[in-house]
């Protein structure tokens, strides 16, 4: 029997839910959607910087970097050819998304072009270079010379060093190829730097993300077809707008911000997650913002399988999440159909001759990689055909939008006062940019997690040996360096030169604490989300200082603080409004491992032993610590 539903309970409970959600995301800056470039001619554009003494990566295209997505489609799509001079690029026979050198026609033609006037840098030398690259595969960028030969500019495979980079004479145009392996979004980190000729200082813009999306489908139905030939099976996505067919390898399948919804306090959805938990859907129901995928196989012929169906194994889900594959039917009752974390729910038995679409749901933004295997018995016999193991990929993206995502180094939450208001500003102090406090994400990842020591000054924490979740107040290379610092407050201006930093509220799956560890190794809470007597931080003016965050369970954080101080001489108090700080808490394992053969491998390297589980059923592999069974 189906449990009992009140649907106007339901109704009400879903509505209060997306109200909370939605005054959670007006309130970070999320930005409007970026401009697509995907043909004709553009360049990014070096000049001096409006001081005039410095460099800057102007443009993209005529249009600002963090407005413009650079976009390349399966016209872009090339096969890595059987050449020496390219093997540089990967596996040959391999597709690889290419912006050419040359234009063909077909996709974007994207230069470089710097008007710097001869007399302003020494020599007149000026070097684009390459620091970084974020994405599924790697980034290559390279030259063909007149006679074949091959210039490698930079190669994400081996890291970026300062050859990874291009020399130019200024006033400059010129062309390259941009080539990627993967499809997916990228973030590629560039700068221009140079030499002054008056007096031979060196300067360098600041580091610019230039973003991609490679063979990306976005929206409209795409369905996802069982096709079998050859004595093989295969899928085929088609756009039904276009009639475009492409293979998984070929194109990843997005899902947008809006894809993000809480999961509602109704237990039958509780496969998902926790309630108020955030989950990202593409979903049964068409919507015109997300990509509407239906599963197929009336390519299938019948009587061909037995039972005229065929099974749809879940093989293996590879980072950063889980995933789930399910139906609603008319009374909002959910049936899980696949899902990376229940066993019993691996396999799908899916009739020939079927079209239907179903809720695809994630519980983390990120790159997925979900290997299918499909099998069938052939009618009238005792042979079973199997595919090897399918690889779909999904790019889901981040439920605030295309924000800042800071995940280590150095950042500052600087307490500033002007016009009579208080803001906290946050410094990234590697490439010394401002963001606002709802223009970032901060990010803590597997790393972060530890246990509550047992020790009783660390008992706010909660009990001793519980995994908690830390950005610590010594600096560590893996992780988030946070730092308050009020040395932009002026002396004299607030009495006791002072200010006050509450905590007035917190939103997310778990509890958050500030806290310091003296030099003996005792803890000093300051700011806890269930201790109602540590709510204020006084911080004197001129003060910078590092302190523990932490954070009982993974995922999404909205920490609300309020600024205030009394103006020196009067009875004035100065507060501000809410100021919300993000963040993301990964999980602390990266995998699940709940079915097949995983090997414990005895590795040996540089003199150190260490543990590698090896799912030998998905391909995975994983550092001990970074998997649970």
């Known amino acids: 029997m189906r449990p009992h539903l009140n649907l106007e309970n339901l109704k009400k409970s879903i509505m209060k839910k997306l109200i909370l959600i939605i005054c959670i995301f007006a309130s970070i800056n999320i930005q409007a959607s970026r401009v697509p470039w995907n043909t004709g001619h553009g360049d990014l554009e070096i000049a001096k910087d409006s001081s005039g003494t410095g460099l800057v990566i102007e443009s993209v295209a005529e249009s600002r970097i963090d407005n413009i997505s650079i976009e390349l489609n399966d016209d872009a799509k090339l096969i890595i050819p059987n050449l020496e001079q390219f093997q540089f690029l990967g596996e040959v026979g391999a597709p690889i998304w290419v912006a050419p050198q040359i234009d063909d026609g077909n996709t974007i033609f994207f230069g470089y072009n710097s008007d710097i006037e001869p007399g302003f840098l020494s020599d007149r030398d000026l070097t684009l270079s390459f620091h970084s690259s974020s994405g599924p595969g790697e980034f290559l960028a390279w030259q063909n010379g007149s006679s074949g030969s091959v210039k490698i500019i930079a190669d994400s495979k081996d890291g970026f060093n300062e050859n990874d980079s291009l020399s130019m004479v200024a006033p400059a145009h010129g062309h390259f190829n941009w080539g990627f392996t993967k499809p997916g979004i990228y973030k590629i980190g560039v700068s221009a730097s140079g030499e002054l000729a008056s007096n031979g200082q060196k300067i360098t813009s600041p580091e610019e993300k230039l973003h991609f999306e490679i063979s990306l489908l976005k929206s409209g139905e795409v369905d996802i077809e069982l096709e079998y030939d050859n004595e093989d099976f295969e899928l085929i996505y088609l756009k039904e707008e276009t ?115 179903y809720n695809w749901a994630f519980s983390r933004p990120g790159y997925y990689e979900i290997d299918l295997i499909i099998s069938g018995s052939l009618q009238g016999s005792d042979t079973v055909v199997t595919s090897d193991p399918i690889t779909m990929n999904f790019e889901i993206e981040n439920p605030f939008g295309d924000v800042a995502i800071l995940g280590s180094g150095e950042v500052d939450i600087e307490v500033e006062y002007e016009d009579g208001t208080f803001e906290l500003i946050l410094i ?89 560890v003296d030099t003996f190794g005792a803890a000093n809470a300051i700011l806890s989300s269930v201790d109602e007597s540590l709510k204020t931080l006084a911080m004197p003016i001129g003060d910078h200082a590092h302190y523990n965050w932490a954070f009982t369970e993974p995922g999404y954080y909205e920490v609300k603080l309020a600024v205030s101080g009394k103006l020196a001489g009067t009875e004035t108090i100065i507060s501000s409004e809410t100021i919300a700080l993000y963040f993301e808490i990964e999980p602390q394992f990266q995998a699940i491992l709940s079915r097949g053969e995983v090997d414990i491998e005895v590795e040996y390297e540089n003199g150190t032993f260490e543990l590698v589980l090896l799912d030998e059923l998905g391909g995975g592999e994983y550092a001990a610590n970074n998997a649970v069974f």
Do not use: C, M
């Not at 010394?432 to 924490?461: C, H, M, Q, Y």
């Not at 009020?486 to 200010?499: H, K, P, R, T, W």
């Open 428 to 516: 990234d102090e590697q490439s010394e940019t401002e963001f606002e406090s709802n223009e970032v994400l901060l990010k803590a990842g597997r790393d972060s997690w530890g246990v509550i020591p047992e020790n009783e000054s660390f008992s706010f924490l909660g009990n001793s040996w519980d995994p908690i979740a830390i950005l610590p107040q010594v600096e560590d290379e893996n992780l988030l360096f946070l730092g308050l610092a009020s040395d932009e407050l002026e002396a004299g201006v607030f009495d006791g030169d002072q200010v006050e930093i509450q905590l007035i509220g917190l939103d997310g799956p778990g509890e958050f604490a500030l806290y310091s």
């Open 243 to 357: 009639g475009e067919e492409f293979l998984p390898s070929e194109a990843a399948l997005f899902a947008s911000k809006n894809a993000w919804q809480k999961i509602p306090e109704n237990e039958l959805f509780s496969f998902l997650g926790s309630e108020g938990d955030l989950v990202a859907i593409l979903p049964q129901e068409e919507n015109e913002d997300l990509l509407f995928l239906g599963l197929a196989s009336d390519e299938l012929e019948a009587g061909v399988f037995a039972g005229d169906s065929v099974n749809i194994q879940l093989s293996s889900v590879r980072v950063p999440g889980d995933f789930h594959l399910y139906s609603v039917d008319a009374l909002s009752v959910p049936s899980i159909l696949l899902s990376s974390r229940d066993s019993a729910k691996q396999e799908y038995v899916f009739g020939v001759g079927k079209h239907s679409h």
